[in-house]
């Protein structure tokens, strides 16, 4: 087996080509000296394929594509994607501003396909800090098209981006199950893969009540004949409840809501979260009413379909029994009844998890700061927090989609992703190589509302900005995040082009190509979002 090491440390080491590193590096490619390289154990850019159901659309605007709410005129944008498809004008004409989710598949995997800091077929095995040269070693094997090691190799890097994303999420009672090969219990995230076995079965049961659950009963339910349903959909929420969609509720995934919320204390982060399910669990209202014209269409003949919408309900426990059907037994937690469920079928729309970085930082941990309940400290410009022996020269290490605890439930959507890979390249080069907005929502989410702090220089620690309006000083009663030190002082307004770092250099918008946000949908969740 055959070893390769690169000598010379790149700027920026991206681990996980999702479509959030994705838009970094599609926002990093214009910065022409600015050495990056992203890894990725698939062969190619895949965004979910198993949920992707025909006619099912992205519920943010097409706007949220990987660049343009952070640079509209980049050659990266989903309409630069529609122009080389010679496909603008049949846009133009189809009048949509929701577009498919195959489509924003198939844009996102154009932009992979030429941007050749991309690196498919490398799994990262570990991280390390090599002190004698103060910056991050990075072990991968590159893998084969049999998914088998064929090579080792070793880079270096300066700063690290992690985007590797999210794992689907079985319950405890099901688990076993879904592992067993002779049973047909799967996660949402193959939905797809396994459609004919399930259309082929005899009663199939959806359990979740998010939008992956709500897009999977509704597919079924058209693909099966009218009388012969067999269907049952449960859900634990007390109803299946529309997604909060209101324009002032949309709000809450601008990044003015963003750095309220990094601003808040710990403890009433924590607070505040899980009361905001309805932000990004909910379902969408037209899903919601295509599922009750479908069943009412099947009524026309005087009978009921075989479908049954169940809510408030928990799976206690599952197993299999004698005929090979599956056994679950059913909990009511209002009425306080149980019962056992037989099926044949059962698609766990349970949502997602973030995968650990224990794992992957585990030659770190020493270096690593955490909060009073152990979980990673992010700053506001996405930086774990460190070691000041590894950030005072420069070197940081970013996240994406693992700070929904320090950035709130805007972390996974779509529609932050170009802000925050601005906000990084920002930091990371201590300039304002994308200008940012400094207010983005008519709400003002507290008596002093948070300013956007400037990029800093390289070498500046992580923390968290103040709570204060002025960025400078605490607003009464207000508690600072554990670890967290003063902010950089705010960027002063820009009006102009993109400013370069030393040695970076950025080509005027003209040269970069004309290109001329599930509910809200998530990256690396489902594309189904937010269960």
Not at 159 to 173: E, K, M, R, V
Not at 226 to 247: D, I, N, V
Not at 482 to 497: F, L, Q
Request: aromatic letters at 8%; one cysteine or more.
């Amino acid at each position: 087996m055959t070893s390769t090491s690169e000598t010379a440390p790149h700027d920026l080491v991206g681990i996980g080509i999702g479509p959030f590193n994705l838009s970094l590096a599609a926002l990093a490619q214009p910065l022409t000296t600015l050495s990056t390289a992203f890894y990725d154990q698939n062969p190619a850019f895949a965004w979910h394929p198993g949920l992707l159901i025909e006619g099912t659309t992205l519920q943010v605007p097409f706007l949220a594509d990987l660049v343009t709410l952070a640079d509209p005129a980049s050659r990266w944008s989903f309409l630069s994607h529609l122009r080389h498809r010679e496909r603008l004008f049949p846009f133009y004409f189809a009048e949509r501003f929701h577009i498919d989710r195959a489509e924003y598949a198939a844009y996102c995997r154009w932009v992979s396909e030429h941007l050749p800091a991309l690196h498919f077929g490398h799994r990262v095995e570990s991280v390390r800090w090599d002190s004698a040269h103060a910056h991050f070693e990075v072990d991968y094997s590159r893998l084969g098209a049999d998914g088998e090691t064929e090579s080792l190799g070793r880079t270096h890097a300066r700063n690290l981006a992690l985007g590797i994303g999210t794992a689907p999420n079985l319950p405890g009672a099901l688990r076993p199950l879904a592992d067993s090969p002779g049973t047909l219990v799967l996660h949402s995230a193959d939905y797809l893969r396994h459609r004919d076995r399930l259309l082929a079965a005899g009663h199939v049961t959806v359990i979740g009540s998010g939008q992956s659950g709500a897009e999977v009963f509704l597919d079924l339910l058209r693909r099966r004949p009218t009388g012969c349903e067999q269907l049952h959909w449960l859900a634990r929420t007390e109803a299946f409840a529309p997604m909060e969609y209101s324009k002032l509720g949309l709000e809450h995934f601008t990044p003015d809501y963003t750095r309220y919320f990094h601003q808040l204390s710990e403890t009433a982060r924590d607070s505040l979260l899980p009361r905001q399910w309805q932000l990004h669990k909910g379902i969408d209202s037209g899903t919601l009413g295509a599922i009750h014209d479908e069943l009412y269409r099947r009524t026309l003949d005087g009978h009921w379909p075989d479908a049954t919408l169940t809510p408030g309900v928990t799976v206690r426990t599952a197993g299999r029994v004698g005929d090979g059907r599956i056994e679950l037994h059913l909990e009511h937690g209002r009425q306080g009844t149980r019962t056992r469920h037989t099926t044949d079928a059962v698609v766990l729309a349970t949502g997602y998890r973030e995968r650990p970085l224990d794992q992957l930082l585990g030659a770190l941990e020493p270096h690593l700061r955490r909060d009073s309940s152990g979980r990673l400290a992010v700053d506001a410009h996405y930086r774990l927090a460190l070691d000041p022996a590894l950030t005072r020269g420069g070197s940081n290490i970013y996240v994406q989609n693992a700070e929904r605890h320090t950035h709130g439930v805007g972390a996974p959507d779509l529609g932050l992703a170009a802000w925050r890979s601005a906000t990084i390249l920002n930091a990371l080069t201590g300039t304002t190589a994308y200008p940012l907005p400094q207010r983005t929502a008519f709400t003002r989410f507290g008596l002093h509302q948070p300013t956007a702090s400037a990029p800093g220089t390289p070498g500046t620690p992580p923390g968290t900005a103040s709570a204060s309006g002025t960025g400078t000083g605490s607003a009464p009663g207000s508690v600072p995040a554990p670890g967290s030190v003063p902010a950089p002082a705010p960027a002063p307004e820009s009006a102009g082009s993109p400013t370069a770092p030393p040695g970076v250099t950025i080509p005027p918008p003209e040269s970069a190509g004309s290109a001329l946000r599930t509910p809200r949908d998530a990256a690396d969740p489902p594309p189904a979002a937010r269960d």
